[in-house]
């Protein structure tokens, strides 16, 4: 054999073939490139971030008529355990007092809301959702707005839902790891489920629901209220304009509590990181196998209460590099 | 060892002919060029792919409600999977330009003239088949592109004239891509392609083993016409190492980057952009520059002009000359097609 050639043939053929199967380097748009690391941490400020790419993604309302979100800059790493995901949008006021209670010197007010963020993914390979997105999931056509309801429509359609709350969950740095499935009755507005465990929070109001039941035993002021640190309401410690969380929060254990997160509002923007093993082992979770890549949507409520947010308009995709 | 080898000789009377096969005689300056190598590499090929096919065919579940979960399966969860996929994948690639190579070789040598019409007419079904292996193989995992490059690929045949509709029912086993359309491209893809190549290899084998390989067409070869090595080990190792280095190069490609699969397909959703493995590309190229009403033209003249130019050439070319330098007219006509495919290629990724 002419021995010259044969590198000039196998060349040529890795380079034709390399043609056919190269994906670019960037995330093409839609796309979370999720960039392997050493140690994937839940740190905002870490060095890896500088080499996942951004990923801008848009979110509107379904009531077309209301007015477009926030863009979501989207980051991600993982390493042979965990996934992290990095999530940065401007919001003009941070909220995370939902039903506190306000005391005017004599008498509580109950009000306020909080900022989430939400992803939802598919359970399974599910043709609609990769192709159309949340929209799939999302039943917004009845000219009824109370009758609108996300879930699906069929017991072999689940989604795993992390929907991190600033004041319910963001406080003990936890995501609500939640899941979606056919409503349980026809007449129900959701096909909304939260995954198996415990804890989570409690409202906090006495049984006549005018004044909250418990405060913070250390600081009166605390925005949060630890299951275990309250202490029955006692009116003498605190000064006009206090203002008391609404629930008392214990942290989710089991399936329920396992995306951590890390949220921090600074000049206009809140920047979320939060992480997830890829493989829970509970049956109400996705298992991520990279580099299999998983569609998705996300969605951002802005100082709001159950179904006021806008979201991803089209399929999204977490990719693995 | 011999002595079982003696005991099926004396049965079967193989032995014979299998010595007569090895010890078979080969010119030197065919063993000491590299591209001699093509068409056994290509039929090495194959044979990974024959191989590799049957593994996925044991996982594979054909039916659109399976076929994308049976796929995902061996990708991302059934151990070694990937490699399997991945070789098939990249292999189907790889066929397709070692067939391309080997054709270029036979055609830039003027081996398909006389005696050898036979071994080049079956090389041009062999490219044919190679190339519907690739596109049945293409829908089988259910997956958005797949789909949608078989919508419009048997949309492209329902445009033939006259005939178009009843060839795209035939093909989709219906007026629509479902069940009936994947039983049809698997049992073509599993049955049909694997009968008709190993026929058509047998025959060009053979006749390749009857007329010998075409002369030489260099000086220096010819001065190496007339001294042989016999085909094992000498040619066969020249395979075996070759072969060794595509499979590398194979499980190289399947470790870098995973065999595609995209999201499962929608028959509904409307913003799916159709496009074609990479090696139609040209073909779907060109198809854009034809006006639509010449567009059922195109598609029937196009296809049928490069595959009756091929069937006719050992017929209209039957000089003695042999030597590409000297034979302008098949040269210039190669490299045009070369150059347009390659531009079209280019233009459409
Ligand atoms: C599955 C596809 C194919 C296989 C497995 C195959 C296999 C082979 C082998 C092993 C040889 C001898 C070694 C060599 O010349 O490289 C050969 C020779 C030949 N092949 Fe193919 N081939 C295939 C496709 C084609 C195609 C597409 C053409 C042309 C359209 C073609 C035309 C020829 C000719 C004319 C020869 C004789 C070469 C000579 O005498 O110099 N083959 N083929």
Same mark, same amino acid.
């Given at each position: 054999?002419?021995?010259?050639?044969?590198?000039?043939?196998?060349?040529?053929?890795?380079?034709?073939?390399?043609?056919?199967?190269?994906?670019?380097?960037?995330?093409?748009?839609?796309?979370?490139?999720?960039?392997?690391?050493?140690?994937?941490?839940?740190?905002?400020?870490?060095?890896?971030?500088?080499?996942?790419?951004?990923?801008?993604?848009?979110?509107?309302?379904?009531?077309?008529?209301?007015?477009?979100?926030?863009?979501?800059?989207?980051?991600?790493?993982?390493?042979?355990?965990?996934?992290?995901?990095?999530?940065?949008?401007?919001?003009?006021?941070?909220?995370?007092?939902?039903?506190?209670?306000?005391?005017?010197?004599?008498?509580?007010?109950?009000?306020?809301?909080?900022?989430?963020?939400?992803?939802?993914?598919?359970?399974?390979?599910?043709?609609?959702?990769?192709?159309?997105?949340?929209?799939?999931?999302?039943?917004?056509?009845?000219?009824?707005?109370?009758?609108?309801?996300?879930?699906?429509?069929?017991?072999?359609?689940?989604?795993?839902?992390?929907?991190?709350?600033?004041?319910?969950?963001?406080?003990?740095?936890?995501?609500?790891?939640?899941?979606?499935?056919?409503?349980?009755?026809?007449?129900?507005?959701?096909?909304?489920?939260?995954?198996?465990?415990?804890?989570?929070?409690?409202?906090?109001?006495?049984?006549?629901?005018?004044?909250?039941?418990?405060?913070?035993?250390?600081?009166?002021?605390?925005?949060?209220?630890?299951?275990?640190?309250?202490?029955?309401?006692?009116?003498?410690?605190?000064?006009?304009?206090?203002?008391?969380? %609404?629930?008392?929060?214990?942290?989710?254990?089991?399936?329920?509590?396992?995306?951590?997160?890390?949220?921090?509002?600074?000049?206009?923007?809140?920047?979320?990181? !939060?992480?997830?093993?890829?493989?829970?082992?509970?049956?109400?979770?996705?298992?991520?196998?990279?580099?299999?890549?998983?569609?998705?949507?996300?969605?951002?409520?802005?100082?709001?209460?159950?179904?006021?947010?806008?979201?991803?308009?089209?399929?999204?995709?977490?990719?693995?590099? | 060892?011999?002595?079982? %080898?003696?005991?099926?000789?004396?049965?079967?009377?193989?032995?014979?002919?299998?010595?007569?096969?090895?010890?078979?005689?080969?010119?030197?300056?065919?063993?000491?060029?590299?591209?001699?190598?093509?068409?056994?590499?290509?039929?090495?090929?194959?044979?990974?792919?024959?191989?590799?096919?049957?593994?996925?065919?044991?996982?594979?579940?054909?039916?659109?409600?399976?076929?994308?979960?049976?796929?995902?399966?061996?990708?991302?969860?059934?151990?070694?999977?990937?490699?399997?996929?991945?070789?098939?994948?990249?292999?189907?690639?790889?066929?397709?330009?070692?067939?391309?190579?080997?054709?270029?070789?036979?055609?830039?040598?003027?081996?398909?003239?006389?005696?050898?019409?036979?071994?080049?007419?079956?090389?041009?079904?062999?490219?044919?088949?190679?190339?519907?292996?690739?596109?049945?193989?293409?829908?089988?995992?259910?997956?958005?592109?797949?789909?949608?490059?078989?919508?419009?690929?048997t949309q492209i045949a329902g445009s033939v004239?006259?005939?178009g509709d009843t060839l795209m029912q035939l093909m989709r086993?219906?007026p629509?891509?479902?069940?009936?359309?994947?039983?049809?491209?698997?049992?073509?893809?599993?049955?049909?392609?694997?009968?008709?190549?190993?026929?058509?290899?047998?025959?060009?084998? !053979?006749?390749?083993?009857?007329?010998?390989?075409?002369?030489?067409?260099?000086?220096?070869?010819?001065?190496?016409?007339?001294?042989?090595?016999?085909?094992?080990?000498?040619?066969?190792?020249?395979?075996?190492?070759?072969?060794?280095?595509?499979?590398?190069?194979?499980?190289?490609?399947?470790?870098?980057?995973?065999?595609?699969?995209? @999201?499962?397909?929608?028959?509904?959703?409307?913003?799916?952009?159709?496009?074609?493995?990479?090696? @139609?590309?040209?073909?779907?190229?060109?198809?854009?520059?034809?006006?639509?009403?010449?567009?059922?033209?195109?598609?029937?003249?196009?296809?049928?002009?490069? !595959?009756?130019?091929?069937?006719?050439?050992? !017929?209209?070319?039957?000089?003695?000359?042999?030597?590409?330098?000297?034979?302008?007219?098949?040269?210039?006509?190669?490299?045009?097609?070369?150059?347009?495919?390659?531009?079209?290629?280019?233009?459409?990724?």
């Amino acid at each position: 054999m002419n021995a010259k050639f044969l590198p000039i043939l196998i060349a040529s053929a890795i380079a034709l073939s390399a043609c056919a199967g190269a994906g670019p380097a960037t995330s093409p748009p839609n796309t979370l490139t999720a960039v392997k690391v050493d140690a994937a941490a839940m740190d905002a400020a870490a060095s890896f971030w500088a080499n996942a790419p951004k990923t801008e993604i848009a979110t509107k309302a379904a009531d077309k008529s209301a007015k477009d979100g926030p863009k979501i800059t989207l980051q991600a790493v993982y390493d042979s355990k965990n996934v992290v995901v990095r999530a940065e949008w401007a919001d003009s006021t941070e909220n995370t007092t939902r039903n506190a209670w306000t005391y005017n010197g004599t008498a509580f007010t109950r009000a306020g809301a909080q900022d989430r963020f939400a992803m939802n993914f598919p359970m399974g390979n599910y043709a609609s959702f990769s192709s159309k997105g949340c929209a799939v999931a999302c039943h917004s056509t009845d000219p009824d707005e109370a009758k609108w309801w996300m879930g699906s429509e069929s017991p072999d359609e689940r989604y795993d839902v992390w929907h991190w709350k600033s004041s319910e969950t963001g406080l003990v740095n936890q995501v609500d790891d939640q899941w979606w499935g056919p409503k349980d009755t026809i007449t129900s507005t959701t096909g909304r489920k939260n995954d198996a465990g415990t804890g989570g929070p409690v409202t906090n109001a006495s049984a006549d629901g005018k004044s909250p039941k418990f405060m913070n035993g250390k600081a009166p002021d605390a925005k949060l209220i630890l299951s275990g640190e309250e202490i029955p309401l006692d009116v003498t410690k605190l000064k006009a304009g206090a203002v008391i969380p %609404g629930y008392v929060l214990a942290p989710f254990k089991g399936s329920r509590g396992d995306v951590a997160s890390k949220a921090t509002f600074a000049n206009g923007k809140w920047v979320l990181v !939060f992480t997830r093993p890829l493989s829970t082992g509970n049956a109400d979770d996705l298992v991520f196998t990279p580099p299999k890549a998983v569609p998705f949507g996300l969605a951002v409520f802005d100082n709001a209460g159950d179904n006021d947010h806008t979201v991803s308009q089209e399929v999204l995709t977490l990719a693995w590099k | 060892m011999s002595k079982i %080898g003696d005991w099926i000789d004396k049965r079967t009377g193989l032995g014979g002919p299998i010595r007569g096969f090895l010890n078979y005689p080969v010119p030197k300056y065919v063993h000491q060029n590299v591209l001699y190598i093509l068409g056994g590499l290509t039929l090495i090929m194959f044979m990974l792919q024959a191989v590799t096919g049957i593994m996925l065919a044991f996982y594979f579940d054909p039916s659109p409600e399976g076929a994308y979960n049976s796929v995902d399966f061996i990708t991302y969860q059934l151990p070694l999977g990937w490699l399997i996929r991945g070789i098939h994948h990249y292999g189907s690639g790889a066929m397709v330009i070692l067939v391309a190579l080997h054709m270029l070789r036979t055609y830039f040598f003027s081996a398909y003239k006389k005696p050898r019409e036979i071994n080049w007419l079956t090389g041009v079904l062999l490219l044919f088949v190679t190339l519907a292996f690739g596109f049945t193989g293409y829908l089988l995992p259910w997956d958005q592109k797949g789909y949608w490059a078989t919508r419009v690929g048997t949309q492209i045949a329902g445009s033939v004239p006259l005939i178009g509709d009843t060839l795209m029912q035939l093909m989709r086993g219906g007026p629509n891509l479902g069940q009936a359309t994947l039983t049809r491209f698997y049992a073509t893809h599993i049955l049909l392609l694997p009968a008709m190549i190993a026929l058509l290899i047998a025959v060009h084998i !053979f006749q390749l083993r009857y007329h010998g390989m075409s002369p030489a067409i260099t000086e220096k070869s010819k001065a190496q016409s007339k001294s042989f090595v016999p085909f094992f080990p000498y040619w066969v190792l020249n395979d075996a190492i070759a072969g060794l280095g595509l499979l590398a190069l194979l499980v190289f490609l399947s470790a870098t980057q995973r065999a595609p699969l995209e @999201f499962p397909a929608d028959p509904t959703s409307g913003n799916f952009v159709p496009r074609p493995e990479w090696y @139609f590309l040209f073909y779907y190229q060109a198809l854009k520059y034809v006006p639509g009403a010449l567009e059922p033209v195109a598609t029937v003249l196009i296809p049928l002009f490069i !595959f009756g130019s091929m069937i006719l050439l050992p !017929f209209i070319d039957k000089g003695e000359e042999r030597r590409p330098w000297k034979k302008p007219v098949t040269t210039i006509a190669a490299i045009f097609y070369i150059v347009v495919i390659i531009g079209f290629t280019v233009l459409a990724l």
